[in-house]
């Protein structure tokens, strides 16, 4: 073949070939060299010994054997095998390479596999620490000694304090146990103790492993709900937007931690009168539920939120309207229900709340009886699992006090308001405390509930002195009922100074609505017992034209006030028939009303 790549001749063989010049000497290579050689051998012992036996060399090498001409080594036989069964050659080739990336891949796996196992006996290790130390808490309750009454309370509060010091050096696990203990706080409607709990773990987790970790963004956002549900909104409120951009980064927009962000997003915007972009943000959740993978949870979380913002908007304007967002509303409330009992069970707090719930679009809806009945048998389902002051058992006696006033059993709501204030003051949230005092006046007024309102009022008053600055009328209508409750019980001499005292105070700050109705409404009531007719009635009369509709009152609670007072007035005047004139027009009220004014 050297020789053949040498010749002049080269092109005119390829041509007669039908090969490129260039091949042609690639071809005659190998076995054809060492055959022509062979054969041309001038040592006779070393040339073929016939012609029969050079034809069978060249068979051979056709046939891709080893020939007698080439030289007998291992690698020439090997690559001749391979060319003659390359079929199961390329096949055994395969399974070789299969076997040794097979032993590469179990390799791997079992490096993996030891990796796991390494992780899984870490969180074994940190699990049975965490369980170590719950139980010893746990354990360490001795009745003989500290009373057979202790607490799960005292007890979660001595895990607060005690975990600091068990886990100083081992901040993961002391993130685990807070946690753990906000968790079992919040089940208790402890939303101070949760809310700190939380704050705790959210800062071990950032502080070991970062504000994007995922157990970071989880712990604030219990916090932020925590906080939500003590009232305390403007603690979290600048924090949210940030949260929720980390929860969509790292966790993505259908993962529950960050709906949950979102919907605390919604709750703030609510807070802030923008209903509008809450019930998008809700109704949003409530979609990506659907579509994503329904969850029960959080749809019965959702639900509750679109329910408050239905109430919202029925309460604008007590009309045909508003009764029928309170029908929607009543179905969600429905839904929730049949969601709670079929996840968690009949008898689960989360059914429980539900019921409560549909218990309070019930009573919106006029509906007393039922509405009571279901909050009764929540109370009476609770009493031995729930402390009194359970979010559970207080939303029933909130709707269950409602109910009882509107059926005129005033003094039974004022029992149970005087419940709700005591559980307000336990919570530690200043403004819930204010909320809940300001719903209790009007109940203890038709209660004749009155000392107690005084000192209340007075209370109240107090409380709102530190926000005087900005609310303004809201200190003043504390202060009016201060008079109104010193008027109710007969120092009527004392509340005209209170009430002439609030009149220049209200003109000072241009008091408007219903706030200087209710001044009007209750210095009218103070004159009538001391015969002052006429001038209690230019009272009322400038209360009714302060008021949209005098028909519903300066307040929801008493919806009925300015008219009852009229009917009072015209009584005690000996003016029957003015009397019976508004009498007539309560009646008709009441007959009409579309839905519960709240």
Known sequence: STRLSTLDTLSSIAARRGVEP??????????LDWITLKALEKDRDRRYNSAAELADDL???????????SPPSQLYRFKKFV????IGVLASCLIALALIFGAIGLTVGMVQAHVSANQARDAAAQAQAVNDFMQEILTSVKPEVDGADVRLVEVMDDASATASQRFADHPLLEARIRDLLGSVYSDLSMWNKSKAEYRRAMELWRGQAGSDDARAIRSEMMYAGSAINNQQIGEIAARLPNLQDRALRILGPNDLTTMEVQRSIGIVRLSKGDMEEAERIFLDIRARLLAHGDDDEMQIKTLHNLIVIARNKAMVSITEQGAAILLQAEQFAHESVDRATRTFGEHSLVAMHAQVGLAQILADRRQFDPAAQICRTVLDATSTRLSPCHLVRQAAVDVLARAAHRVGDSASAADLFFQRIECARESGSTLLLIVIIADAMPILDRGQRWTEGEALAREYSHLMEPFAAGHSDTLFDADLWVARFVSLQGRLDEAASMFQS???RGEAIELVGRSRARLHLFYGSNLRPLGAFEESEVELLAAADALTNFRLGTNYANFDDVVVEFIDLYNDWGKPEKAQEYQAMHEETLANLPMDPF
């Not at 060319?83 to 390359?86: G, I, Y």
């Open 22 to 31: 260039r091949r042609l000497p690639a071809l005659v290579s190998g076995d």
């Open 59 to 69: 068979r051979r090498h056709l046939n891709h054997e080893p020939v007698l001409a």
């Open 83 to 86: 060319r003659r069964h390359r």
């Open 502 to 504: 609030l009149a220049t």
